[in-house]
């Protein structure tokens, strides 16, 4: 359970360095031209993968995931689960090339946040919400809840020079990795503390995931020298 929760920091960090490239390649690219490209190239991979793992598991083991219109264009199920986060990060750079256009990233940052905290206490806390405000389905690994905020949360620690200013605080990589192992640690008790005391769902993320994703990233950053 304990590594299952350590787990969780992994789709993060990708999205978190999905949206920070995305800022660093528009300063230097147009933005309509690569953002048609990224998404192109991200939706034959999906549709590939979706069709190979439908057909795999269904000749092999005589499991057809259903085809939705919610499952094939949202959710990303209708071949494998694993296959979610592709449609999440299509979604999250398509509303964030929009927002860049209009000069709005900063409000879709925010509008991220919030929808971000609704999947967070209608998931892992749960338990702590009167029954009244609960959520019946606790399903929140998709584009709206998960994705689009990791994703602003990449693209504005470059933007917002956040990075720059961690920095300041250290450029070693040891510093940053020891950050890693105490948020780590802490989000480990944090979620065996909702799944055992308060008997929640087994969460996807928790209130330290965006601050482990952000000391890895440093981490990662700080090693590469930037």
Not at 128 to 152: H, K, M, W, Y
Request: glycine content about 6%; overall charge positive.
């Amino acid at each position: 359970l304990s590594f299952n929760i350590l787990a969780r920091f992994a789709v993060p960090v990708f999205f978190v360095i999905a949206g920070y490239l995305f800022f660093q390649r528009t300063l230097h690219k147009p933005l309509t031209s690569y953002t048609q490209a990224y998404l192109v190239k991200i939706f034959m991979m999906y549709l590939v993968w979706t069709f190979i793992y439908h057909l795999v598991f269904g000749l092999s083991v005589g499991v057809w995931n259903p085809i939705t219109l919610a499952s094939t264009l949202y959710y990303g199920t209708a071949g494998f689960e694993i296959l979610w986060f592709l449609p999440a990060l299509f979604y999250s750079i398509l509303l964030l090339a929009i927002a860049q256009q209009f000069n709005k990233t900063g409000a879709l940052f925010i509008v991220a946040t919030l929808l971000h905290v609704i999947g967070l206490v209608n998931q892992s806390y749960q338990p702590l919400l009167p029954e009244s405000f609960q959520f019946i389905d606790t399903n929140f690994r998709d584009p709206a809840f998960f994705g689009l905020f990791f994703v602003c949360l990449g693209y504005q620690l470059l933007k917002q020079q956040w990075v720059e200013k961690l920095l300041t605080v250290s450029k070693n990589p040891l510093t940053w990795l020891m950050v890693c192992v105490v948020t780590a640690v802490v989000m480990i008790i944090e979620g065996l503390t909702l799944i055992q005391q308060f008997k929640g769902p087994i969460g996807e993320y928790y209130l330290f995931t965006p601050l482990l994703t952000i000391a890895m990233l440093m981490v990662a950053l700080t090693i590469k020298g930037r």
